[in-house]
């Protein structure tokens, strides 16, 4: 984990609070813009639609960011971390159904084959 030291008697300016908030978070919040933008890709949703839609990609992108830059061999800096993150939260909503309907597939075939 990043810790930043600031010391006694030295105020933080909103850039430096911004920088710490985004090292420390930025895993997070770039998987949220990234889920909140992909509502713009999405035909018009209810507001449950839209918050699961939002949770969908945002929970997407924090379980598998790690998985994919290691998969993948990219570098682990929190950079390129935030970006397969944003990427992530931003397809996120596309690639669950499409990966539904593959396994619906899967499935049709598998019970074509079986009965």
């Known amino acids: 984990m990043i810790r930043t030291h600031v010391p006694r008697g ?3 300016g909103f850039s430096e609070a911004l920088t710490a908030v985004l090292l420390k978070y930025g895993l997070f919040v ?11 890709l999405l035909r018009p949703l209810t ?3 839209a918050a ?3 949770a969908t990609g945002f929970f997407t992108a924090i379980f598998t960011t ?5 998969y993948f061999g990219l570098p682990a800096s929190g950079d390129a971390r935030n970006g397969v993150a ?5 397809f996120a909503m596309n690639l669950i159904p499409l990966g539904k309907k593959i396994m619906q597939a899967f ?4 019970m074509k084959g079986a009965g």
Do not use: E, F, P, T
């Open 52 to 54: 699961w839609a939002i």
């Open 47 to 49: 507001r449950q639609q």
């Open 10 to 12: 030295h105020n933080m």
């Open 66 to 70: 790690d998985l994919v830059v290691a």
């Open 107 to 110: 499935a049709r075939n598998y």
């Open 86 to 90: 944003y990427l992530i939260g931003l």
């Open 30 to 40: 770039a998987s949220l813009v990234g889920s909140v933008l992909s509502l713009s």
